[in-house]
T-cell receptor, first 111, second 116 residues
Framework: SQQGEEDPQALSIQEGENATMNCSYK?????LQWYRQNSGRGLVHLIL?????REKHSGRLRVTLDTSKKSSSLLITASRAADTASYFC???????????FGTGTRLQVFP | GAVVSQHPSWVICKSGTSVKIECRSL??????MFWYRQFPKQSLMLMAT?????????EQGVEKDKFLINHASLTLSTLTVTSAHPEDSSFYIC????????????FGPGTRLTVL
């Protein structure tokens, strides 16, 4: 399977703490993206990082990409209860328009 | 970005019936759409690539005769689950590929299928 893996599978933290999720993938990529999904709902696009970028910020989100290790991390700073959701990384392998999703991390932020 | 809708948002059907799910790109002409399936507490798995005016391309292990895809226009793709069985119960999500413009996919809200 081409599917990427994420860890941890589940993460529980208190409001105000930072949350870090890691993603590993298997093939060479054009971009890596992070998505958020509330339970039973559709996907929300969070951030895209290109293969030639190493770090990107968007508000409380910080994404890193290490193509030599085929890995990425998503850091959510100063978490809020509303950040409770599942987070998925997704990669688009070279020469395809497909997205391959990681296994996801379920984040629970307690007030 | 592109706005994508799905209909219905949820459906319950009896085993053996066929169910059609629509995916519409409301403001973008999409030559390529994707269909994903998501089982509870699992990730999205790509089922097929829907190409306007031609046959869909299915991922390995996905039965093309079971999951019929029609992409007859630039704004509509349909997924028909034929002779549905309880194991087909899942969350089906479509996406529109807008790579030429925005270099990303835009996702529909999903359709929850429950087969009794």
């Amino acid at each position: 399977s081409q599917q990427g893996e994420e860890d941890p599978q589940a993460l529980s933290i208190q409001e105000g703490e930072n949350a870090t999720m890691n993603c590993s993938y298997k093939t060479s990529i054009n971009n890596l993206q992070w998505y958020r999904q509330n339970s039973g709902r559709g996907l929300v696009h969070l951030i895209l990082i290109r293969s030639n970028e190493r770090e990107k910020h968007s508000g409380r989100l910080r994404v890193t990409l290490d193509t030599s290790k085929k890995s990425s991390s998503l850091l959510i700073t100063a978490s809020r209860a509303a950040d409770t959701a599942s987070y998925f990384c997704a990669t688009d392998p070279h020469n395809t328009d497909k997205l391959i999703f990681g296994t996801g991390t379920r984040l629970q932020v307690f007030p | 970005g592109a706005v994508v809708s799905q209909h219905p948002s949820w459906v319950i059907c009896k085993s053996g019936t066929s169910v059609k799910i629509e995916c519409r790109s409301l403001d973008f002409q999409a030559t390529t759409m994707f269909w994903y399936r998501q089982f509870p507490k699992q990730s999205l798995m790509l089922m097929a690539t829907s190409n306007e005016g031609s046959k869909a391309t299915y991922e390995q292990g996905v039965e093309k005769d079971k999951f019929l895809i029609n992409h007859a226009s630039l704004t509509l793709s349909t997924l028909t689950v034929t002779s549905a069985h309880p194991e087909d119960s899942s969350f089906y999500i479509c996406s529109v590929f807008a790579g030429e413009v925005w270099n990303e996919q835009f996702f529909g809200p999903g359709t929850r299928l429950t087969v009794l």
